[in-house]
T-cell receptor, first 106, second 111 residues
Framework: RKEVEQDPGPFNVPEGATVAFNCTYS??????FFWYRQDCRKEPKLLMS???SGNEDGRFTAQLNRASQYISLLIRDSKLSDSATYLC???????FGAGTRLTVKP | DAGVTQSPTHLIKTRGQQVTLRCSPK?????VSWYQQALGQGPQFIFQ???????QRGNFPDRFSGHQFPNYSSELNVNALLLGDSALYLC??????????FGQGTRLTVV
């Protein structure tokens, strides 16, 4: 089993749709989790941290499920500008998932 | 405040050569991690430096080595380059186990 696994994607959704990504991790002792966004041929940029109680930032909601060892990212009311690759990171191990590509279409 | 800076931005090397990539972390950060990203793949963790020591290492051969200096800047060295080493090399800085900020990367092409 890979240390960090993500939904393979790609996800192609219309504008306004709600889309969710999951990411599972293998190290039960992991403590810190993040979602990053990477645009084509650019570096990854921090989208949001994932807290135990779950957290929301505008249209984005991140959740952590320690029992099942996964984190999720929910994007509501998708915009064209949300098109990117979304990467989950388990920071103790500094491991990235392979990324899930999202394309939001008009 | 300068973010993470990497140099050079692009590099072409011949198979068998050696290369050194450089990274200056974001001000106040003490941890530097290096990643290799092939086209269409997620970043693969190479290693992490904290307090001038390699703290964690991914599944990369010994041809990949690094160093961290007292000012927290870091170098990635790759010896005996292979064609398969062609990739985007990303440096990320953070406080230990904190959120990471990335440089723009060095695109290495091995011919």
């Amino acid at each position: 089993r890979k240390e960090v696994e993500q939904d393979p994607g790609p996800f192609n959704v219309p504008e306004g749709a709600t889309v969710a990504f999951n990411c599972t991790y293998s190290n039960s002792a992991s403590q810190s989790f993040f979602w990053y966004r990477q645009d084509c041929r650019k570096e990854p940029k921090l989208l949001m941290s994932v807290y135990s109680s779950g957290n929301e930032d505008g249209r984005f909601t991140a959740q952590l499920n320690r029992a099942s060892q996964y984190i999720s990212l929910l994007i509501r009311d998708s915009k064209l500008s949300d098109s990117a690759t979304y990467l989950c990171v388990v920071n103790n191990d500094m491991r990235f998932g392979a990324g899930t590509r999202l394309t939001v279409k008009p | 405040d300068a973010g993470v800076t990497q140099s050079p931005t692009h590099l072409i090397k011949t198979r068998g050569q050696q290369v050194t990539l450089r990274c200056s972390p974001k001000s106040g950060h003490d941890t530097v991690s290096w990643y290799q990203q092939a086209l269409g793949q997620g970043p693969q963790f190479i290693f992490q430096y904290y307090e001038e020591e390699e703290r964690q290492r991914g599944n990369f051969p010994d041809r990949f080595s690094g160093h961290q200096f007292p000012n927290y800047s870091s170098e990635l060295n790759v010896n005996a380059l292979l064609l398969g080493d062609s990739a985007l090399y990303l440096c990320a800085s953070s406080l230990f186990r904190g959120e990471a900020f990335f440089g723009q990367g060095t695109r290495l092409t091995v011919v």
